[in-house]
């Protein structure tokens, strides 16, 4: 009798065991099954925010091209007399906008240069005693330089601003601009005095303004950092976006 009640307790015992080898073995299916379903989701999830991102981008730069063109033709026809050299650095600048500008990333030298191009055409509405200080410092040694990581036309509105809100005609105005590269990272400075003149409210205007901010967050995320602020007369724009930490996260998300 104590023998049968030993070999029915094994045989419970053994029986136990086995259902809870079987519930674990199941657990880890429906948890490798999950797991398989969670990473489905999340890359649907990816798929889908960058097709969002994409036509944010795409209905923005719709908006700015269009803009800075007609900024560009506004400045050289109000300037006849200069127009030969205008339309010589226009040819550059009008290749940039039609071609470059629809590639999703150009390299920090590209931009550099168009960047070069659009302040030699806002030149010539100066006055001869206006102060423009354009300087850059650029190691073109870094291995991103020449890599397409930019997106087109970042730097035209902190560009375009200045020379909008600054008095042109006054010897006592002054626009400095200073393009940075190093350390992997793009930086752009844009200081001017502030013009006493009231700007005239133009309809469209101030579609850049409004589309940098947005184009940054959805490309770089936390990648960059953009301040603007006044100190007494003079207004300062400071863009510096880290290139190398955001291709490395480019990498990291298989794009």
Do not use: C, W
């Not at 087109?152 to 008095?167: G, M, R, T, Y």
């Amino acid at each position: 009798m104590e023998l049968t009640s030993a070999a029915t307790n094994s045989l419970v015992l053994a029986g136990f065991i086995l259902l809870l080898i079987l519930i674990i073995i199941y657990l880890i299916a429906h948890l490798i099954k999950s797991e398989k379903k969670k990473k489905i989701i999340e890359l649907k999830y990816n798929e889908l925010e960058l097709k969002v991102n994409n036509l944010q981008l795409e209905s923005l730069e719709s908006k700015l091209n269009p803009h800075l063109f007609k900024n560009v033709l506004n400045t050289i026809q109000s300037h006849a007399y200069q127009t030969y050299f205008a339309l010589d650095k226009l040819a550059n600048v009008l290749d940039y906008i039609l071609y470059e500008s629809r590639r999703k990333f150009v390299t920090p030298k590209e931009e550099i240069e168009f960047a070069f191009s659009l302040i030699e055409i806002n030149k010539i509405k100066l006055s001869p005693l206006f102060e423009l200080k354009v300087k850059s410092k650029i190691d073109e040694t870094s291995p991103l330089y020449n890599q397409e990581l930019l997106a087109p036309l970042i730097s035209v509105d902190l560009i375009e601003n200045a020379f909008k809100h600054a008095d042109l005609h006054s010897s006592e105005a002054f626009i400095a601009i200073t393009f940075g590269f190093s350390e992997n990272t793009f930086s752009l400075t844009v200081s001017n005095k502030i013009s006493g003149k009231s700007t005239l409210n133009k309809t469209h205007s101030g579609i850049g303004v409004q589309t940098l901010e947005q184009r940054l967050r959805i490309i770089y995320k936390d990648n960059f950092k953009l301040e603007r602020f006044s100190e007494g007369e003079v207004y300062h724009a400071q863009l510096k976006i880290n290139l190398l930490e955001y291709k490395a996260k480019m990498l990291a998300a298989g794009r």
